[in-house]
């Protein structure tokens, strides 16, 4: 069975006519919540008290951070705590040079994937104490905690260079 098109309306004009529509404003916003789950719960608790605290795999001994309660390779649920620890290396970076709505941070500034120690995958930081230009693969870096903490990643304020001689690529390459 077809459905019968929608006749159309009585053609409007405009007088004079009107220019067309090349852009509307559409602010958009969405509120929610979700739960953390048992594995980052205990993460961001352990935030709150100053540790890192990563899962590792039974299988392929991977420690994840934030933790996983599965190894997304080995398909099994993660079984040990693991702390990490609150320094690491610089894999990979990103500077930003563009401004834009909302800019807290002055520009330019470098966010960057740290490999910390003890830990399989790389987390993303911001990064500071340093000119954008000099950040480099890696570079050592330990973290700054907030003279706050709470179960919330914000309990660390940044990372900055931790004055170690750089790591040696091969320590770091599986992880770019
Ligand atoms: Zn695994």
Redesign the pocket.
């Known amino acids: 069975m077809s459905i019968p098109p929608t006749p159309a309306g009585p053609a409007l004009e405009f007088d004079p006519p009107l220019s067309p529509v090349m852009r509307i404003d559409c602010p958009v916003r969405l509120d929610y919540t979700i739960a953390a789950g048992r594995e980052q719960s205990r993460f961001l608790r352990a935030m709150s008290r100053g540790h890192l605290l990563g899962r590792r795999?039974?299988?392929?001994?991977?420690v994840y951070l934030p933790p996983r309660g599965t190894?997304?390779?080995?398909?099994?649920m993660?079984a040990e705590d693991v702390e990490v620890q609150p320094r690491g290396t610089i894999t990979t970076w990103c500077v930003t040079n563009v401004p834009y709505e909302g800019q807290v941070l002055e520009l330019p500034y470098v966010t960057a994937s740290v490999l910390l120690d003890g830990a399989d995958l790389p987390f993303y930081f911001l990064i500071q104490g340093l000119p954008a230009d000099q950040i480099r693969m890696g570079m050592r870096v330990e973290a700054e905690w907030a003279d706050t903490l709470g179960p919330t990643l914000d309990s660390i304020r940044c990372f900055r260079p931790s004055g170690e001689p750089d790591a040696d690529p091969a320590s770091y390459a599986e992880h770019v």
Request: hydrophobic letters at 10%; proline letters at 15%.
């Open positions: 795999c039974p299988e392929c001994r991977k190894c997304p390779r080995c398909g099994v993660t």
